[in-house]
């Protein structure tokens, strides 16, 4: 399964940052699969005409989840590819901000609880990977300067 590759408390300061990524792409890839399974309940549990976008959109999830899934196996997961995924994630809550400040009436009420509770993981996943870099970093720069 995802945690063959080790016990991720014992992986020293890379630990933090595997443990977002890891968690990341499960809730990715959750959300994906049911966007490609199931786009028709998706755009009718948020109110949203148009299922077509939401079987793309599971289908980019799908891809984003594997990309965290690759970096999250690996014993030191890239600074710069954690920090685009957390960028990806910060992103995802604006785009959600934006469409509640200028299309509020895209979503039902039921679905803006959706969109919003998605946006609150995706920015803890976001903030847990950032975390976790400079956790890292902080054990770089502490063993350059012993």
Same mark, same amino acid.
């Given at each position: 399964m995802i945690t063959e590759s080790g016990n991720l408390s014992d992986t020293g300061s890379t630990g933090l940052l595997r443990a977002a990524l890891l968690g990341n792409a499960i809730f990715s890839a959750i959300c994906g699969v049911v966007m490609v399974w199931m786009p028709y309940r998706v755009s009718a549990a948020l109110n949203w005409q148009g299922p077509n976008l939401w079987l793309f959109v599971g289908l980019g999830l799908l891809v984003f989840a594997g990309a965290l899934l690759w970096q999250g196996k690996q014993g030191r997961p *890239? =600074?710069?590819w954690g920090t685009l995924f957390s960028l990806g994630d910060y992103g995802w809550v604006i785009g959600t901000v934006w469409l509640g400040m200028f299309a509020p009436t895209v979503m039902s009420g039921d679905?803006?609880?959706i969109a919003w509770g998605v *946006?609150?993981? =995706?920015?803890?996943?976001g903030s847990l990977q950032l975390l976790g870099i400079a956790r890292m970093m902080r054990k770089v720069l502490d063993a350059i300067e012993e």
């Open positions: *890239s =600074v710069a679905g803006w609880m *946006s609150a993981v =995706v920015a803890l996943f």
